[in-house]
């Protein structure tokens, strides 16, 4: 086996050889790298030892692909499914080695495929698919108990970041994508959702073992959104009440995501002059 004198990195090699396998395009020169530094045994070509991944390695992104999202899988059928997965496949490289987390840029490439033009809920309902999926692989924390919580003054208060389980999560859509979801176990021709007018936001969380999804008013699903991206709570109030007037039950939603175990803690970011 002849070996060029400077050899080509590990990531270089990686690269290549996904590349092969997953038959995208690989220029001449990083197809001879995987072939000359490939250790088979004598008298096996190279090319035929690597033939035995290209089939087998997409079959099984496939099929992870169709256990992260069953409901975009069931709704557009199998052929179809497996046809939108072949094509992000051969378009987006896929950075982790968990199979859990392969689909994670799904839900953009639908968004920006030909399938979107005739089905323009699926990229959202894929989002929420992703969400599901990383709320059951989570890591779950001890909840931030009512006595924990701390702050003397009111400009602690608005200056304070909530910290919230890993699982916790919010998808809001123009389309009822938790009425979609729901239908994954529905036969298709059984399936009738009116998409007509039907915006839906969504809370994730995990309980135990098990992951909901939740419909909750948009403008709770609005601030909860703000506040999982790390707003302090005195500006992700102010622009929810500047957006829906003053009069909002954010004391009963702090209470109720306390009950539900959904903050794990909280910084009370720096004041000004301090």
């Known amino acids: 086996m002849h070996q060029p004198h400077n050899p080509p990195s590990l990531s270089d090699l990686q690269h290549a050889l996904a590349a092969a396998i997953l038959r995208r395009g690989v220029d001449t020169t990083r197809a001879r790298e995987v072939s000359d530094w490939m250790a088979v045994p004598a008298r096996i070509d190279p090319g035929s030892r690597l033939a035995v991944y290209t089939e087998g390695y997409p079959a099984r992104l496939l099929e992870a692909l169709r256990e992260t999202f069953p409901a975009v899988a069931h709704l557009i059928g199998a052929s179809t499914f497996a046809a939108l997965v072949a094509r992000f496949i051969r378009a987006v490289e896929i950075h982790s080695s968990n199979l859990n987390r392969c689909g994670e840029s799904l839900p953009h490439f639908i968004r920006e495929d030909a ?24 890591y779950e924390q001890p909840a931030l108990l009512a006595h924990q919580f701390e702050v003397a003054t009111l400009a602690e208060w608005e200056a304070t970041v909530l910290q919230f389980q890993p699982s916790v999560a919010v998808v809001h859509s123009p389309w009822p994508t938790l009425d979609l979801w729901r239908a994954r176990d529905t036969p298709r021709d059984e399936i009738d959702i009116d998409l007509n007018d039907r915006a839906q936001s969504v809370v994730v969380e995990r309980r135990g073992l098990d992951v909901h999804c939740t419909a909750i008013d948009h403008v709770e699903a609005n601030l909860l959104a703000k506040l999982l991206a790390g ?26 995501w306390m009950r539900s175990q959904w903050i794990v803690g909280y910084a009370v970011s720096p004041l000004p002059g301090t």
Not at 241 to 256: H, L, M, Y
Request: hydrophobic content about 50%; charged content about 15%.
């Open 231 to 256: 707003a302090p709570l005195g500006e992700a109030i102010h622009g929810i009440a500047t957006e829906n007037g003053a009069d909002i039950p954010v004391g009963d939603w702090f209470s109720a």
């Open 115 to 138: 399938i979107s033009e005739s089905l323009p809920f699926l990229a959202d309902l894929a989002t929420l698919e992703c969400a599901v999926q990383r709320a059951f692989h989570a």
